[in-house]
């Protein structure tokens, strides 16, 4: 094993995603991270000091490509159609994401950092964009980006282990009616 003078925080971030892909939201070890990247565990402290701030790296990434997204998917889009756009892609990206979705949750849940906050705030922000089109009640407007966020977060998580799978009614219909339900009753 040698010593990487070629190592960088993208690289780290990069090596850990691939890791959490293949496995799970624990995968990404120091020790898994510095096999994966041939060098010694020691190196990856100089970019990260410990696991909690490599996963919050992985969080702001998350939600920087999430914003990315939003911003190529939803373009065009105004008013209501636009929320529901947002809705679905964030869906989409979630469950296409799953483990490091699940990373992110398990992050936020348990950090104080102000990264995760201002990411949220942001998120909020852009979902207010489209809201503010049809909606104009402040209350109104968090009550309804709070329940599409729990939605969406109740989507991935339940779909992601399996729990939505019935005939009965397909994930993305049921996901569509409780949205629009969302969006009835937040005016």
């Known amino acids: ?25 624990d995968s990404a070890t120091f020790k898994s991270i510095a096999e994966k990247l041939d060098c010694k565990t020691q ?7 410990n696991r909690d701030d490599l996963n919050l790296a992985l969080t702001k990434y998350y939600f920087d490509k999430l914003d990315d997204k939003i911003k190529t998917e939803c373009f065009g ?34 950090s104080k950092d102000k ?3 201002d990411e949220t705030l942001h998120l909020r922000m852009m979902m207010n964009t489209f ?10 407007k968090m009550t309804i980006t ?23 009614i397909k994930n993305t219909d049921s996901f569509e009616i409780n949205l629009n339900k969302i969006l009835e009753n937040g005016n």
């Open 77 to 110: 889009y105004s008013g209501k159609e636009g929320i529901i756009q947002v809705a679905k892609v964030m869906r989409k990206f979630g469950l296409s994401n799953l483990s490091l979705s699940l990373l992110v949750l398990k992050t936020a849940e348990i």
């Open 131 to 140: 809201i503010e089109k049809f909606v104009t009640d402040d209350k109104a």
């Open 115 to 117: 990264i995760i906050g």
């Open 43 to 49: 190196a990856l402290y100089f970019y990260f000091k």
């Open 1 to 25: 094993m040698t010593q990487k003078r070629d190592l960088s925080e993208d690289k780290i971030i990069q090596a850990a995603i691939e890791l959490i892909t293949d496995g799970n939201y």
């Open 146 to 168: 709070r329940g599409i966020r729990s939605l969406v977060i109740g989507e991935v998580v339940n779909e992601g282990i399996g729990w939505f799978h019935n005939p009965l």
